[in-house]
Every structure is written in C-alpha cells, then in structure tokens.
C-alpha cells in the first residue's frame, strides 16, 4: 500500500511537471527573469480541468486539499528546475496562484465541511487594514551563539521551548529579526453582495487574510472574488479556550471583478428578447409602462427614471479628467403622492442598488467611516458606505431634506466627481463612486404653495440643486377627472389582491389563473423585471451611441435659445453648462434603450421636452416671463438680488454721518421704484436677522 501512495506522489510531481512545461513556459521564464520582483505564478483552473483525465484528477485534489497540491506543485518546481534561479533554497517564496474556480460559495453558506478546503467568494471589501510584515520564519540565538528556527503560522507567535542544539540546556533564546523571513501582510474584510440579499437580511462577512505581492492591491469598495483556503482558529476568550472555532480565509488570489453588471446572466434566449423588443416602435412606452405599474400616470417622471437607470455613457478624457455619464435626478412632492414607492422600485429593477432614507443615514453612512476596532488590531480602518456600495448602479435616497447639512456636503463630491475622498484619522484615501443618484424629498412646509418660489420651499442648498440634471415637482393639485382614474386604479388594485388572497385559502367558482391575469393587466408590468433588469445591463454592456449631426444640432439650438433669453443684461441666467452636459447625457441613455448606436433627431426632441418640462416646474420666473436657472444654482432669483443691492444703495444715499437711517425712509423710497412695501420690509428683516445690518433703536437701520 505504501508503495502505491509512494508511486502516487511521484507521480503527481512528474503530473504537475509536465502540466507547467506544457501551459505554462513563458510565466516559468518570466518568473526566472524576473525574480524576486514578479514571484507570483498564476495558474487558470480551467486549464487544469482540461488537461486530460489526469488533469480532472489534479482539479478535483486541488479544491480538496488545496494545501498538499500547492507543496507538490512547489516540488514539481524545484525537482525538476523549472524555474531558474540562483539560490534554489528561495523556491519557497514563490507563490502558486489560481483563478477562475468553477463554484463560488455564499459568505452565508461557509459550513464546517468546507474548512481546510479551496473556496471561491465573492462580494464587496468592506474594510481593510494597512500592509504590515508579518513574520513567517523566526530565528532565535541563545546565549552560546547556536541559530534555532522555528516556522510562524498565522495568528500567536511561537517561541522554542530551548535551544536546539544537542547538549546545549539553554532555555532563554532571543529573537534575531536580521536573519528572520518577513512578509506583507493585510486583513481584509469582504461583505456580500447586497444584490443577492432578500430585503431586511443583514449582509455577512467574512475575514480574509492576504500575504506578499497580493497585499495593498485593493481598497474598499472594491467588488472583488478572493480564492483561497478556509482555514479555523480556535476562541479564546479570558485565556479559556473555547469549543467555537472562528473561520477565516487564508487567501491564495484575488479577481477584481470590475465589471460592470456582469452579475447579470444574459442567454441567447435573452438576448434575442431583448433584441426584439429593442425593435418595438412602442418600447418607450412598453419602458414607462414597467416602472412602478400599480402606480397610476407620472409618466414623465417614469420615462426620466427610465433615462436614468441605462445612463449615458462616462468618458475618460486624454487629459486624465472624467465625464460622468450617470445621470441624477430628484423628485421633490407633496406627501401620499408615491415617491418612496418609486424609488423602491428602481431598487428592484436596476441591476445594482442600494436605498437609503436621508434621515437615518450619517455622511459616514453615506460615504465612507474610520473605524477603530478589533478587526485592526485596535487600528484605525476604512468601512465603505452606501454611496460606494453602489457603485456602477444606483443609489435612492429617500427624505433628502430631511438629512443633516453636514451630511447633505458629503453627496456634492460623490455626484459631480464620482468619488468619495476620506481624510480620518490618519487615513487618506479616494474610493470610487461612479453611481446614480435618485433622491426624494417634501417641500419645506410639507405641502407646495404656488405663490412662494421654488427654491424657498426645497431645504436643500442650490449648490446640490444645481447638481440634479432633472428635477421634478411633483404636486398633489385636485383634478376631478385625474382623481376619479386614480381612484378607480388604486381600488382595481386593492380589489384584485382581495381575491388572490380570498382565492388562495378557498377557491372562488369562476376565478382561475386566466381570470387573475386578465384583472392583473393594468398593475402588470409590460416587461417583467427581471428580463427588464437583463435589457438594462445588455444595453449599458453593448450599446455606445454616438451624437449625430442633427441632434448635435438641435441640442446647441435648445441651449442657445435658452441663453439668448439672457443676454439682455437686465434678463436673468436661464441656463449654465451643466444643464448642456445634462442633455447629452439623457440623449445617450435615450437612444440606448433603442440599443441604437447613433443619437437622432428623436432623441434629441425627446430629451428637449422633458428637460423643458423640467425647467418650467423649478426654474420660471413668473415676474420676468423667462427661464431663471439662479433660482435654482444660487438660491436667489435676479429680482431679489437686484433688490438687495438698491436697499443698500439706498440706505447710503439717505444715512445721516453715523451711518444710520430711518426704516420708513428706505421703505417709500423703494416703493418709488416699483417694490412693494412687503417684500422690502421682508428683505431688511432677512439683512437684521443674518447680521449684514443692525437696529440701534427701533425703526433705524444701519448697515454693518
């Protein structure tokens, strides 16, 4: 029997020997050449799986007993001098690396069998700790002079019981770190996927331990799949040792899984569906019809969204700067009138999501945390946040104004630039966050009123207004005919679910699965979701439109025609480059979704209308006839700032030497000059009450 086994091993180097001469020629000569700065041999599974019937054999050991596989392949190595270099004894610092296994485990589904063994996981870095050496090989001298080695594992450090060398009865040997191995180490922490997660589940984790060349190559945030060998550690809790055993992942090698969508698994099949429907005159429609069917109209607002989950396309620039191509939108409503329920959804449909409620997140939720646990060693680490998370997809954050000020600052970069920099606790570091925003939020006093501007009623900043590409109003005015439909379809609704759940306990004579469908039709979605999910992710892989000529066109005319209603100085701004760039944007993701590669006059239209529409809501100026984007980007339309500038103006003009002058004064001079009384007496209260003026005695003011 022994012989046998005996036979085995040999033959397994000779197995591996021919394998590595055969696949892998020019990584062994690279490595020769290059050692010790490339010392990382990378082996593809799939080509062990395809090297005969040997070759399953080899695959099949390799993800059981990963450790003995690695030692013959690093025999293999050495027996048969396959790589050359100088001092054969370094053989041992090479490492052997593989990729692409064929099964990936669940962080959830880590169970007992699976220690010891080759493991593939996937999901997103959560946190990671900085590269420090660690020590793999210690030698210890004792006072006589005599080296003793002893091999280090992961976790406490062992020390020889005495010295060594025979005779010698030395107990107290001292570390020489000059002659000790050191490697890079970093610990990592990899949290699952949300997209897999069943709602209300809390996302596991999983430590990783990462050795040498792999340490410091990835940053949290990242998607990433780590291969490696599940290995146990026993508690110990107040010095007892514990029966519970703590897992961990002894890394082998890292895939950063950068691309985007790639979770979605799209077949012919699929593919020839989407194809198809790409085809449909009607699929703009078809589209706005499967965002949120149970909710009845707002079908600008669902069109817009749908704009926004296939996005335009990011440009990297020869110069190294970076176009965004996601596309942002906010909806700002009365209350009852659906807006949580559409960002819900959008969670549903895009391929990668995250919701978050403004009024529960903290900036460090949003973006990115330093955190001073255990899992450094009392150090301070990086956690990810949502913003991150999302990365490549979209982020909805519900109750916007509802958010901190301070917390609110945190979205500004992470929406122009599409990164988050972090600078805590010694840590500095900028983590990606290529996301759309979908954000909702209520007017200031809970309900719209007509008669006060816009930018007074949304308790956001106009810097982050300004960086919406749409914003929508949307209000909740009584229509008769509008009212009845809704109520109609929220009933229809209401009612259909009564008998599906009626008829689920006790069949009712007369309804079958025909019968429910065709009740269902108006809440059904045209294309389900998730082949409506797959159309996204085809399109954002496959389809790169580019502008035509007449589109081109009609966007610089829509532009000009918006900025030329300014250039009259007394008119206000009516439009920045932001709003430019938007329209690009949103003619890309609409001919994407026809997955078509030019950009028509269509499309062009199409975006035209809906930014218009847009503009009307938020940026008209009632008084002025025209479009004011100030209302918007600074929070103060023209005419108010004209009028702070003739308050102050006058003031001066009737101020005695000291300055001061009477508030009634001020107030019929202006009224002179076609202000009304109210709005001027309004105007001084805002300069007392934010300190540019004060009131020595009543009814005098004196600007400071």
């Known amino acids: 029997m022994d012989n046998e086994t005996g036979a085995e091993i040999i033959d397994r180097d000779s197995d591996w020997s021919k394998f590595l001469k055969g696949r892998y020629k020019k990584q ?10 490339k010392r990382s041999i990378l082996i593809d599974y799939r080509d062990i799986e395809s090297f005969g019937r040997t070759g399953i054999r080899m695959a099949d050991e390799l993800l059981e007993n990963p450790g003995k596989v690695i030692e013959d392949v690093r025999n ?85 019981e005495g010295c060594a060398t025979d005779g010698c009865t030395f107990k107290k040997l001292e570390l020489v770190p000059k002659r000790s ?83 979605v698994e799209i077949d012919e099949k699929d593919e020839d569906e989407i194809t198809s429907l790409s085809r449909d005159p ?63 959804y959008v969670v549903k449909l895009s391929p990668r999501a995250i ?72 840590i500095t570091a ?44 949307m209000s909740d005015k009584p229509d008769h005919k509008r009212d009845n439909a809704i109520a109609e379809h929220i009933l229809k609704a209401h009612s259909i679910g009564e008998t599906i759940a009626q008829h689920s306990r006790t069949p009712i004579p007369g309804v079958d699965d025909a019968y429910i469908t065709e009740q269902l039709k108006p809440v059904t979605a045209e294309i389900n979701p998730a082949l409506f999910r797959k159309y996204v992710a085809y399109a954002k892989r496959t389809c790169f439109p580019r502008l035509s000529d007449a589109a081109r066109e009609a966007l610089i005319a829509y532009y ?22 938007a329209l690009v944007r949103l003619a890309e993701a609409s001919a994407r979704i026809r997955l078509c590669p030019d950009i028509d006059l269509a499309d062009a239209e199409r975006v035209v209308n809906i930014v218009d529409t847009c503009l009307r809501q938020v940026a008209y100026d009632a008084k002025s006839g025209s479009f004011d984007i100030d209302k918007v980007v600074t929070g103060f339309s023209k005419g108010k700032r004209d009028l702070i500038r003739m308050i102050k103006e006058v003031i001066r003009e009737i101020a005695d030497e000291s300055g001061r002058a009477q ?29 540019e003026a004060m009131e020595p005695k009543s009814g005098v003011i004196k600007l400071i």
């Open 28 to 37: 062994l000569g690279e490595l020769s050449r290059e050692f010790p700065y």
């Open 76 to 160: 293999a190595i050495t027996n048969h001098q396959l790589i050359k270099i100088k001092d054969q004894k370094s053989i041992k610092e090479i490492n052997i690396r593989f990729v692409n296994l064929p099964r990936k485990v669940g962080v959830r589904n880590i169970r007992a069998d699976h220690i010891n063994t080759f493991v593939s996981v996937e999901g997103i870095l959560r946190k990671t700790t900085e590269v420090r050496p660690r020590i793999v090989e210690a030698s210890f001298r004792c006072p006589g002079g005599h080296i003793t080695t002893r091999d280090q594992g992961y976790g406490k450090f062992r020390e020889p």
């Open 181 to 263: 191995r050191f490697v890079d180490s970093q610990k990592l922490r990899i949290q699952e996927s949300p997209e897999g997660l069943r709602g209300g589940e809390q996302p596991q984790t999983l430590d990783v331990d990462v050795t040498d060349d792999l340490s410091g190559k990835v940053t949290p945030g990242d998607r990433v799949v780590i291969n490696g060998i599940l290995r146990s550690m026993q508690r110990i809790s107040h010095g007892e040792k514990s029966t519970i055993f703590d897992i961990y992942l002894e890394c082998n090698s890292i895939e950063i899984a950068e691309k985007e969508f790639e979770e």
């Open 282 to 344: 009607n699929i703009y429609r078809k589209i706005t019809h499967s965002i949120a069917p149970t909710i009845y109209g707002n079908e600008d607002v669902k069109e817009a969204i749908a704009l926004q989950l296939f996005g335009g396309i990011s440009k990297e620039m020869p110069d190294g700067s970076h176009l965004r191509g996601d596309i942002h939108v906010l909806l700002i409503g009365d209350p009852g009138i659906a807006k949580s329920q559409l960002l819900r």
């Open 355 to 426: 919701y978050t409620s403004g009024q529960s997140s903290t900036s460090a939720g949003l973006t990115a945390t330093a955190v001073k646990d255990e899992f450094g060693d009392g150090r301070w680490t990086l956690e990810a946040g949502a913003l991150v998370l999302a990365d490549m997809g979209v982020a909805a954050v519900d109750e916007m104004d509802k958010m901190h000020k301070e917390d609110r600052s945190a979205l500004h970069e992470a929406m122009e630039q599409q990164s988050i920099s972090v600078a805590k606790a010694g």
């Open 430 to 473: 900028t983590l990606k966050s290529r996301c759309a925003l979908l954000g909702a939020a209520n007017p200031k006093y809970g309900r719209f009123d007509d008669f006060v501007p816009i930018g007074e009623q949304i308790n956001m900043p106009p810097s982050l207004l300004s960086r919406f590409d749409l914003i929508f109003v």
């Open 560 to 581: 000009m025609k918006l900025r030329d209603l300014a250039s009259e100085s007394s008119k206000p701004v009516p439009v920045t480059a932001r709003q430019l760039e």
């Open 663 to 691: 508030i009634d004064d001020v107030i019929s001079r202006l009224s002179e000059k076609n202000f009304s009384k109210e709005e001027v007496r309004r105007q001084i209260d805002m300069f007392l009450r934010a300190g």
